[in-house]
């Protein structure tokens, strides 16, 4: 009895393994075919890629029209790749591989547009070229077809802002115009400015964005963003680096680099509470000048130093740990040759202020502008109690330093801006009767 059941299990188990066996293979086989069905789906795609979800007759003359290919890579992302969350830039592939080419919708020319723009603070220490994180002080922008040439300013160094075509903002618009292979309008330009001019807060760069994004708009012309940062390229050509023109853009803390093929950067978290106090000469501080003192070499020790800090920082940042801030700051590369030959009050301010409780303090882009941050900030910080928070005095200590060197300036205490350049208005709105963005733009 024994032997009879142990026989009729194992023709059961031989069988059930032949059925697996057979059904594995069927299943193999559809999946080939499904692969094979999305092969020929995908060259029927590529034969029509021209029309996309835009399809003309044969016997109709398509209309001309600015196309801007996004990506043109070897292995396309097809629907059978597996794409965990953090895969985001691989799930915008997959998004709009339907259209390789992407049209410029909005092609309609405007009259008008008008632009903001964050300063930004650079370097932040050791990321010399590398780092820098934008600043909640705003430019504001408008540029207008006229028939004729002017630029209009107020504010922070109006008197000192070129009034031709040297400005930053025509030759940002200028490259805007040229991407879209259009020709350059007559323009008038009106510069609202809250970014101290020439003072280590990006003003140079916060003019090329606004007159690349302003010279879009106005042109009509769109640019892919996703695989290839168009706007960040046509910026950080023009400025050289990407550290100032990243945070201009993207607004935050930006890494940027170029990887051998164009650049690229990426955003590192702000923590919480954090405000910005800064000392402002009512100087000048040219770039020129500031790398003039340095050197053309750098030994291993500097570079080693600096690697080490510039890492130290990120994590500091990434860890939300504040109190590492001070060493993450440090630097070699700069710091040291701007403080004794241009700014000799540097180091006894950025002293001062740590001694008052600032959590960190360093040279401001190519200075002359010193930046503390300091943390304890909650909500609106004219309704809480000075004790939480340190920023009157670091600003005591920074502006005491000041007087005993005898430097005249400002103090202004404000907060990194997560917010990047934006359009505020344009002539014709994008806003229709069906679809309102923020503000009516």
Same mark, same amino acid.
Request: hydrophobic content about 40%.
């Given at each position: 009895?024994?032997?009879?059941? +142990? ?57 001309? @029209?600015?196309? +801007? ?28 591989? #339907? ?42 922008? !408008? ?9 209009? !300013? ?11 075509? +040297? &400005? ?21 330009? !009106?510069?609202?400015? &809250? ?113 080490? @800090? ?24 700069? #710091?040291?040759? @701007? ?49 939480? @928070? ?9 502006? #005491? ?29 994008? +806003? ?10």
């Amino acid at each position: 009895m024994s032997s009879s059941n +142990s026989a009729d299990k194992g023709l059961t188990i031989v069988a059930a393994a032949a059925g697996s066996a057979v059904l594995g293979a069927a299943f193999a086989v559809a999946v080939m075919k499904m692969m094979e069905l999305s092969t020929e789906k995908q060259k029927t795609r590529d034969k029509n890629v021209k029309s996309g979800p835009f399809s003309f007759p044969a016997t109709h003359e398509q209309p001309t @029209r600015t196309t +801007s290919f996004i990506f043109n890579e070897d292995r396309p992302v097809g629907r059978s790749t597996i794409l965990f969350p953090h895969n985001h830039e691989e799930k915008m592939k997959m998004r709009i591989s #339907q259209r390789v080419a992407v049209e410029q919708e909005n092609s309609l020319p405007r009259r008008s547009v008008t632009v903001k723009v964050p300063a930004t603070t650079a370097n932040m220490g050791p990321g010399y070229d590398t780092l820098g994180m934008a600043v909640d002080l705003w430019n504001e922008i !408008t540029v207008e077809r006229s028939d004729k040439f002017e630029i209009l !300013t107020e504010g922070e160094g109006a008197e000192d802002m070129p009034l031709d075509d +040297s &400005n930053y903002l025509c030759v940002g618009v200028m490259a805007a115009f040229k991407v879209a292979n259009k020709p350059l309008p007559t323009l008038k330009y !009106t510069v609202i400015s &809250n970014i101290p001019y020439a003072r280590g807060l990006g003003s140079s760069s916060a003019a090329i964005v606004a007159g690349i994004i302003a010279g879009l708009v106005l042109a009509g012309h769109r640019l892919p963003c996703w695989g290839s940062e168009a706007l960040l390229q046509i910026a950080a050509d023009i400025e050289g680096h990407p550290d100032n023109v990243a945070p201009v853009i993207y607004g935050g803390i930006q890494l940027g680099i170029h990887n051998g093929t164009r650049w690229t950067t990426e955003r590192l978290p702000i923590p919480p509470g954090l405000q910005l106090v800064m000392f402002i000469p009512d100087f000048i501080g040219k770039t020129s000048a500031a790398r003039a003192v340095l050197g053309p070499t750098v030994t291993r020790e500097e570079a080693s130093f600096n690697i080490g @800090r510039v890492a130290f920082l990120v994590n500091a940042l990434c860890q939300q740990n504040l109190d590492n801030l001070k060493f993450g700051v440090q630097d070699k590369l700069h #710091q040291p040759q @701007r403080g004794e030959k241009l700014y000799t009050y540097l180091f006894p301010m950025i002293e001062a202020a740590e001694n008052a409780g600032a959590c960190c303090a360093y040279l401001s882009g190519a200075g002359p502008t010193v930046m503390a941050i300091t943390s304890g900030a909650s909500g609106d910080i004219f309704t809480q109690r000075e004790k939480e @928070r340190t920023d009157w005095a670091v600003a005591q200590a920074m502006l #005491q330093v000041a007087d005993e060197f005898g430097i005249k300036g400002k103090l202004v205490v404000t907060q990194a801006s997560y917010e990047g350049a934006k359009v505020v208005k344009a002539d014709p709105p994008f +806003s229709t009767g069906d679809i309102t963005f923020k503000d009516n733009i």
